[in-house]
């Protein structure tokens, strides 16, 4: 009941100095332990995926902790877990500004943020002084290539981050699919892919024997591919024996937005419009994966109801973060339970 009056004052902001203030908000209710005016308790709702076992299926997607520096004060708002990136082998800024641009009409957002971060050893620096990351909380990091990297050498950074990261991730991300990093949804197409898959794997397996732990890795995915290139990413998935694959991130579609303000920004377009097109996606992995790689449900999660919907189309577990930005931190509890529901049904 609170978030409707903070969001008032959040959106008369630019949106990035909007995102500065709540995540400064959130640290300091969090600090001073006074996190309970933003959202209740989630109660456990276990579930075993890639290997791991999550408190409850509810996780923050990547992109609104690109640097690790909130961690504990996002975790302590219920998420089973959270993914924190894009990260990049080097620090970059991003593209111009601005390249974060509402539409509150559609409950959805535009944009070509570029991978700002400010590199992967800053990120490490975040993750070495959060609590949640050291008590076993569960910990994405999603890992992407500098903006500079010719495409061709694209795997070096990814097999670069995967290195540096390792050690304290949870499960690593592999982001192939932002619109906003020149030629970057290339690397979906079947050799590229599989050329890349195979390296990490093999990455992956060394690093397994030098860490003694095994580390999950799961590929995200963009949400406008064409139903034989969903199947052709399943087959891939299966054939290196990848642990996850999220789906989706954003699209570059704006049927759903067009003729209102902000439409025509470039960049990719999340939020409720996007909630059918991913559905879609998860529904027909599902069927293209027969079980055998778990699916994490993602975009357009605006409700409980939308998250169930992901869960019934054959996700395992869910994530938003245009969500968190319209509905708040008390959308949280409302996934959680819808998603414990379908199970009680």
Known sequence: MF???????????????AHLVGMSGVDFLNATGARCLLAAAVPPDPRQVMGLVFPNPVGLAAGLDKNGEHIDALAALGFGFIEIGTVTPRAQPGNPKPRLF????RQ???N?????NDGVEKL?????RSRFARTGGILGINIGKNFDTPIENAADDYLSCLERVYGVASYVTVNISSPNTKNLRELQQDTALDALLGRLKGAQSRLADRHGRYVPLALKIAPDLEDSQIQAIADLLRQHRMEGVIATNTTLSRAAVAGLANAEQAGGLSGAPLRAMSTAVVKKLSLALAGEVPIIGV???????DAAEKIAAGASLVQFYTGFI????GLVGEVAAAIAGQRRV
Do not use: Q, S
Request: charged share 20%; hydrophobic share 45%; glycine share 12%.
């Open 124 to 128: 490490l620096a975040n993750v070495a």
């Open 108 to 110: 959805a957002i535009i």
């Open 112 to 116: 070509r943020m570029g991978f700002n």
């Open 299 to 305: 975009g357009g999660i605006l409700c409980g109801a």
């Open 3 to 17: 978030y409707p009056f903070l969001r008032r004052f959040f959106f008369a902001l630019d949106p990035e100095t």
């Open 326 to 329: 319209y509905r708040g931190p």
């Open 102 to 105: 509402r539409i509150p009409e």
